[in-house]
């Protein structure tokens, strides 16, 4: 059978925020998105974002998740563009940390406040403009917020942080009709992860560790991420829905 996507008509009349969409991931997420009728506002600290945005279509925003007043110029630009905010794609972040014993201060602050307290002040000033019941949030984690790995100590603890913050606020956020999920990405081919990729025992022990035997593409994380807004996905809050090739749940014998 052959697959029908995307559905051009699945988020027709919704609007949605995705952050750090000017490349790598949430690019694939706001593709994602227009493709499927959504109105998208992209926003990146990178001034790319506004090529992206144009290639699509769409709205950008040049801004830092990390700046204070970050989740009301968001809300704001999105409001003012689009009257409404039906979607929060949270997924801005940072690579390349290092084993703790080499993690100075700044490096620490770094990657828990971009990775993790970030996600937590931008979703806090986005909420209340989304709609009661039917809003929704996704929020970008990672395998090694689930499962230790060696050396990227700082994001991993923040990704866990924002594991953790997609079942508290899940909880919150129920009673009200808003749906809170997260995606955690096995390694995916992106210019974050260029370096790892040109790192052999990395590349052994994720890519080749991955049952599927290849890595991913930032479209392997769009669908998930659009099937989590659907109305397919009704039933579904609180979830940290790997999306990996299967590397939690069967890491390759051959490693
Ligand atoms: N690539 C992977 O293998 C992988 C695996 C697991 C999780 N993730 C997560 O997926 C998300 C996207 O990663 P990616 O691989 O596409 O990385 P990327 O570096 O290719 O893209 C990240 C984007 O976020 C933006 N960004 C960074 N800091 C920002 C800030 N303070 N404010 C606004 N935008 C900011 C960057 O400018 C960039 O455009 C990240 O949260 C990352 O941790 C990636």
Redesign the pocket.
């Known amino acids: 059978m052959e697959a029908v996507l995307p559905d051009p008509t699945r988020f027709a009349g919704k609007a949605v925020i995705v ?10 997420i706001a593709e994602r998105f227009a493709a499927e009728g959504a109105k998208v506002l992209l ?4 001034p ?2 506004v090529e992206t945005a144009a290639r699509l279509g769409q709205v950008a925003l040049v ?5 204070r007043d ?1 989740g009301e110029v968001m809300a704001k630009a999105a409001l003012d563009a689009f009257g409404r905010i039906d979607i929060l794609v ?6 390349g940390s290092k084993r703790l014993m080499e993690s100075d201060d700044a490096l620490i602050d770094r990657f828990l406040d ?2 993790l307290a ?1 996600v937590l002040r931008v979703t806090r000033a986005v909420v209340p403009h989304l709609p009661r019941p039917g809003g929704r949030i996704v929020n ?6 689930i499962t230790g790995y060696p050396g990227t100590t700082a ?1 991993a603890v923040a ?1 866990a942080g ?1 594991a953790q913050f997609t079942r508290q606020l899940a909880g919150e956020l129920a009673p009200e009709g808003i749906l809170v999920n997260a ?11 260029t370096g ?1 990729r040109q790192n052999a025992l990395y590349t052994r022990l994720i890519v080749e560790g991955t049952p599927v035997e290849r ?2 593409t ?1 479209a392997d ?1 769009a669908g998930p991420v659009a099937f989590l807004c659907s109305e397919d996905a009704a039933f579904v809050t609180g979830v940290v829905m790997p999306v990996d090739g299967g590397f939690l749940a069967a890491r390759h014998g051959k490693i």
Not at 43 to 46: A, L
Not at 63 to 67: L, R
Not at 90 to 95: K, V
């Open positions: 952050s750090g969409a000017a490349r790598g991931i949430g690019e694939g926003v990146d600290v990178i790319e974002v801004k830092s998740v990390t700046d970050a949270n997924n801005a972040g940072i690579g971009t990775n970030a970008i984690s990672s395998i090694f917020g994001y990704k924002v995606v955690a990405p096995g390694l995916i081919a992106t210019p974050m992860t790892h890595m991913g930032p994380i």
